[in-house]
């Protein structure tokens, strides 16, 4: 306990013993689990959450970072891969602040029929059985994203795919395989760690984009819910 408490939060501690208790009561059915019940309860009562306020930014900030980075992948000097992988990384920071849908939808985006281009304009469009709320999510994404979009596409996709890549899945890995959700996390989280020096998870963009609402648009407290589309009333996740 001592040693697990040296290396993360109480809240963290809290939840790896919680997760204990559970499986143990699986698999020790009938068991005395008293004194374990016990340490859990009070580990939830030691409980100090840290603040996440000093690692969040504006949309504005998020999205600048975003097209900084696709302006240099066009101008680096380097080799055709590692621009690609600029530019991308670049194009999904700077679409995830305009869009800051959830992580699991954002990877999974795909050519065609989660990310599609109608009379233009790219669209997200996410079916009832996609979102978390069991309702359709479809926005618009903003038009000065269009040409960086394009480019992507036509250019640096293609360079990702290595001509082998048979899928629509919108973001590739360096090997040409859709990219998975952990790995997407890490390094949307990297990569704005080294472009803005602020660890930025893909989750705070989301509290990005309802603090830069705020500060923008104070007089529409409800617009908070469609942008992460929420049920009204409910809390902000």
Known sequence: MA?????????????????????????????????????????YSERRPRSKWHRVVTTDVLVDAGR???AEAEIAR??????????????????????????KNYAALEIGRSFVNVDGTWWIVLTAAETKEKREDERPV??????????????????????T????????????KPMSYASMGELITETTRMTIGVAVS????????????????????????????????????
């Not at 891969?81 to 305009?98: E, K, P, Q, V």
């Not at 269009?146 to 001509?163: F, K, V």
Request: hydrophobic share 45%; charged share 20%.
């Open 68 to 70: 900084t980075l696709m």
């Open 165 to 176: 890549a048979e899928t629509n899945a919108l973001w590739l890995a360096m090997d040409g």
């Open 142 to 163: 903003p038009e000065d994203l269009t040409n960086s979009i394009e480019r992507y596409l036509q250019i640096y996709r293609p360079i990702l795919a290595r001509g």
């Open 3 to 43: 040693e697990l408490k040296g290396r993360v939060s109480s809240v963290t501690v809290y939840g790896s013993i919680q997760k204990l208790r559970r499986v143990v009561q699986l698999i020790a059915l009938g068991g005395d689990l008293g004194w374990l019940i016990e340490i859990e309860r009070q580990l």
């Open 202 to 237: 893909p989750h705070l963009f989301r509290t990005a984009a309802v603090t830069t609402l705020a500060i923008r648009a104070g007089d529409k407290p409800h617009a908070g819910t469609a942008l992460l589309h929420h049920t009204p009333g409910g809390p902000v996740t």
């Open 78 to 103: 380097r080799p055709a891969l590692t621009r690609a992988r600029m530019y991308r990384n670049g194009l999904m920071i700077a679409l995830l602040a305009y869009c800051p849908i959830r992580l």
